[in-house]
């Protein structure tokens, strides 16, 4: 692993590498930590012909990043009680008044469906980046004529930059104001976002990366659409400096706390931006073919996706694809890092590399995450359990245990069931720094106790009641694998390296020894450095079954079976391992 400072420092060549392969005239990038730009950099030039590079203050059209900045604005209207997000938006748009779905039983749209991309409007990329200058008479004729609809409103998740062209109107009758206008007094000039406008003649010429597309070795030039109807959904100019500081206020909005709450939008209507309100379909990425195929979930939130990775949990961000330009920010609100990344090229290639390098960012060893709060009482309840698993007290039991507890495992059944797992693995039971505690929840904990011949897998839930109390208990005996049991699981991961089944080691017929070899084949690819070792036992009773951790970090689990009277393998399961999704600090 590397530091964080190490990779930033790779920073710099991957954007430069990325420059120079999409033939990019000119990039900046930009990484957030702790509420501040920590590092920016930029490459290639501003305009064609030139040999300026920009830089963290060179000024790029961010295109459909503008939705977050009308998502926020139309939230903090909502808290300022100027507008609701179910209402429908005939009644701030009258031209949609006439809108209706084919289907008789289709509800009319509400603002909600149109901040969700869930409206039923078709995507419309790349129509929707040529609408960005229409005439406002235009859009209401456009609109008063009425849609194609794709889906029923409320359905399905459909990108729409046409939607967020109405929300600018429904920000300009809800304010008062016209859309710009309400964004710089509520967004832009708090946050001291300065070099960030609506309009090519507010930006200083001097500092304005010009946007191109590239017809074989000639650059033209393009992105200059005037202020119109659908700059709401990717008109807005912008700067790595200032983009950094719209990152670091979404940053800040986590964890929920009891500070002053003073920015120009609350800190909950922020974390409700960054809420999966419209759910999308899991993904697995391509990937080469010897590593654990990455697979990602999530959705779209008030104009920004969120992405959920088993290895780094949640990110939030949203790219910009325009006439000109290509642009990226992502962010980790667990750790508190961000990345920002700018190209003047029609559609520049930088979203990828910038969702990479915060992955990159963020498993680096010192990025501390924001461990999960647990509820005050879990230690205490802990303590409890721990002293029922030494010596059963049934006073003790009746002050920790929900009311649930005994109607759904009779008292004498689980002191039973207790006492004899106990019993297997063996008296004292000390606690096991080796194996890793978890929680799925505030009110969970999982733990491992070791005793003399193996451990005990604890895990505990606590209720809701004014004094959290136990309402789930288990408790799993894992004993030691017997030296044959070892022996097996040991020459199977040694035939991994490519060998065939050991001639000396017999199984059952159901045993499909392709099956289990493949298996193991596919592992020791995904570790990726010879025969993967034989990780810690999670599961088995000792004797006739065990399962073991695969590799280090585990990439997959090995149970093995023997049949109890010749000894024989009676089973063998290759499986990939769990990645259950990370827990969020929110």
Do not use: C
Not at 24 to 40: F, M, S
Not at 147 to 173: E, Q
Request: aromatic share 6%; net charge negative; charged share 25%.
């Amino acid at each position: 692993m590397s530091s964080f400072d190490e990779v930033v420092r790779s920073v710099d060549d991957q954007f430069r590498k990325q420059r120079d392969e999409g033939r990019i005239p000119g990039v900046a990038w930009g990484v957030v930590r702790d509420g501040k730009l920590v590092h920016a950099g930029g490459a290639g030039t501003l305009r064609g012909g030139e040999d300026r590079a920009p830089d963290a203050d060179t000024v790029f059209r961010i295109a459909s990043m503008t939705k977050s900045f009308t998502a926020a604005t139309i939230l903090g209207l909502r808290d300022d009680g100027r507008l609701r997000l179910d209402d429908e938006v005939a009644a701030y748009v009258p031209e949609l008044a006439g809108w209706r779905h084919p289907a008789a039983d289709a509800p009319a749209i509400t603002i909600r469906h149109l901040l969700t991309m869930s409206a039923g409007l078709p995507t419309d990329d790349p129509w929707g980046d040529r609408q960005q200058g229409l005439p406002l008479d235009a859009f209401r004729a456009l609109l008063a004529a009425g849609p194609t609809f794709a889906w029923p409103p409320g359905t399905m998740f459909d990108y729409s930059n046409l939607g967020y062209g109405v929300l600018g109107r429904v920000v300009t009758a809800a304010s008062g104001l016209e859309y710009k206008d309400e964004v710089r007094r509520r967004l832009l000039d708090p946050l001291r976002m300065t070099d960030s406008a609506y309009e090519e003649a507010e930006v200083d010429p001097d500092r304005l990366a010009h946007g191109y597309a590239r017809r074989d070795d000639s650059l033209n030039r393009e992105g200059t659409d005037p202020y119109g109807a659908l700059a709401s959904m990717g008109g807005l100019y912008s700067t790595v400096r200032d983009l950094a500081r719209w990152v670091a206020f979404h940053l800040d909005a986590f964890p929920a706390r009891s500070d002053p709450d003073d920015g120009p939008l609350r800190r909950a209507s922020r974390r409700e931006m960054a809420q999966v309100q419209r759910a999308l379909a899991a993904d697995r990425e391509a990937s080469p073919a010897h590593q654990v195929p990455p697979v990602e979930a999530g959705g779209y939130g008030f104009g920004l996706f969120l992405t959920s990775r088993p290895d780094i949990g949640v990110t939030v961000g949203h790219g910009g694809g325009y006439p000109g330009y290509g642009t990226m920010m992502v962010w980790h609100p667990s750790s508190g890092v961000g990345v920002v990344g700018a190209g003047n090229l029609r559609y520049a290639p930088v979203h990828e590399l910038t969702r990479n390098l915060l992955v990159d960012l963020v498993r680096a060893d010192d990025v501390p995450r924001r461990p999960l709060r647990l509820l005050p009482v879990v230690e205490a309840r802990r303590a409890t359990v721990t002293a029922l698993l030494d010596r059963w007290d049934d006073a003790a039991a009746d002050a920790a245990f929900a009311m649930n507890m005994d109607l759904d495992e009779p008292r004498d059944a689980r002191r039973s069931a207790i006492e004899k797992a106990v019993g297997q693995v063996g008296a004292p039971l000390r606690a096991d720094p080796d194996r890793e505690e978890a929680s799925s929840s505030p009110a969970h904990r999982r733990w491992w106790l070791r005793g003399e011949r193996g451990w005990l897998q604890v895990a505990m839930l606590l209720n809701p009641e004014p004094e959290p109390r136990i309402q789930g208990l288990r408790v799993t005996a894992v004993l030691d694998p017997a030296p044959a049991l070892v022996g097996v699981a040991q020459r199977l991961l040694a035939a991994s390296a490519g060998g065939g089944w050991p001639d000396d080691l017999d199984a059952k017929a159901e045993v499909d020894r392709s099956v289990v070899l493949r298996g193991l084949r596919v592992l020791a690819a995904w570790h990726g450095d010879g025969v993967p070792p034989l990780g810690p036992v999670i599961a088995g009773d000792g004797e006739t079954s065990a399962t073991w951790e695969v590799g280090s970090p585990a990439v997959g689990t090995l149970r093995v079976a023997l049949d109890k009277e010749t000894g024989i393998v009676a089973a063998v399961e290759v499986s990939a391992a769990e990645r259950p999704p990370s827990v969020e600090a929110w």
